[in-house]
């Protein structure tokens, strides 16, 4: 009867003995009391873990958000790419490589590199553009520096071509790994 599981209609024959019985009464007011406290810590407990489930989900959405927010600054360096006049660059080195997760281009250009506007794309090998930007080469210490805006998180993990020109100028072209 304390934990409400007994219908009302089979309760009745012993309500007058209950009433009527301190010791009786005293039980039943404390399986009453227990049942009660049972409840309310079940309750608790599933408050609770709904403000823990709501809080990971808060953390890993503004951890998930804040992540995608931040620019990653990628630097290329093709200084040793340089190109002697009438020879193509050395064949031997190693693909330049470029995380997708990088949204800022620093790139150093070819020594003898000129300060100025250039030109930049990304292409597969079979030659079709998945990129195109654009950005101002400044000299600093020596170095043609080349600062690129560009989102490759469109690119999948591939081989491709990174070309560079200066406005106007031919293309020149470097093999490229997106990771």
């Not at 219908?7 to 009745?12: N, Q, R």
């Not at 989900?57 to 927010?69: I, L, M, S, Y």
Request: hydrophobic share 40%.
């Amino acid at each position: 009867m304390a934990s409400h599981r007994v219908p009302l209609a089979e309760a009745e024959k012993w309500l007058d003995h209950l009433t009527s019985c301190s010791p009786c009464y005293r039980d039943f007011s404390r399986l009453q009391k227990a049942q009660q406290l049972r409840r309310k810590r079940t309750w608790l407990a599933i408050a609770a873990t709904i403000l823990l489930c709501a809080s990971i989900g808060g953390w890993a959405f503004v951890r998930w958000h804040n992540g995608t927010q931040t620019v990653q600054t990628a630097t290329l360096d093709l200084r040793d790419w340089s190109v002697a006049r009438g020879t193509e660059p050395n064949p031997n080195l190693p693909p330049i490589e470029l995380s997708r997760k990088a949204s800022s281009l620093t790139i150093l250009l070819p020594v003898g590199s000129a300060a100025g506007p250039y030109e930049i794309r990304i292409i597969t090998r079979s030659g079709e553009p998945v990129l195109d930007a654009h950005g101002t080469a400044d000299l600093e210490n020596g170095i043609t520096q080349l600062q690129v805006t560009a989102s490759l998180q469109s690119l999948n993990a591939d081989s491709y071509l990174l070309e560079i020109r200066r406005a106007g100028l031919a293309w020149n072209s470097y093999p490229l790994r997106v990771k």
